[in-house]
């Protein structure tokens, strides 16, 4: 009997679901003015890749319009590009949907001219990686000299 007790004990901790995560709402920090809807997705129809797997900035509304043409061309947000310039930095979620939520960041580093777009994703449980995303934000103009680097993390909660 103490035999059965102990397996079915071992079962319950075993079979125990994971801590559940509330789906929290995406984060922005730094320079970021505004983060663009999931449905901008970068993307050349005639290569057949995406362009923001290594992280774009587009700086023109001539760019701003090529990028965008398969995804959403009829209705992108009107941004001055004489103040703002655009960056994304396209992933793939490594969690489950309901769990995760990101945190976009956008800092700028005078020292070394450079400007950094992180972008992390929180998750709660692992999943199918199904969920892709372009992560665009808005930020003020990168001044003349300066390099965009892009980061990607990803982060259990």
Do not use: W
């Not at 950094?116 to 995303?133: A, F, H, N």
């Amino acid at each position: 009997m103490k035999k059965l007790v102990l397996l079915l004990l071992i079962g319950l901790v075993g079979c125990r679901e994971d801590t559940v995560c509330e789906k929290e709402p995406d984060q922005t920090t730094g320079l970021i003015n505004r983060l663009f809807p999931d449905g901008y997705l970068a993307y050349d129809t005639r290569q057949g890749e995406d362009l923001g797997r290594f992280g774009i900035r587009i700086s023109t509304a001539d760019e701003y319009k090529r990028v965008f043409t398969h995804c959403c061309a009829t209705r992108l947000d009107s941004v001055d590009f004489s103040r703002y310039d655009v960056l994304g930095l396209s992933t793939v979620n490594l969690g489950t949907y309901t769990g995760s939520y990101y945190v976009y960041d956008v800092q700028r580093d005078d020292a070394s001219k450079r400007i950094v777009y992180t972008v992390t994703e929180r998750y709660c449980k692992r999943g199918s990686p199904v969920d892709g995303r372009g992560n665009f934000v808005l930020i003020p103009k990168v001044p003349d000299g300066y390099r965009v680097e892009y980061l990607r993390q990803q982060v259990k909660r």
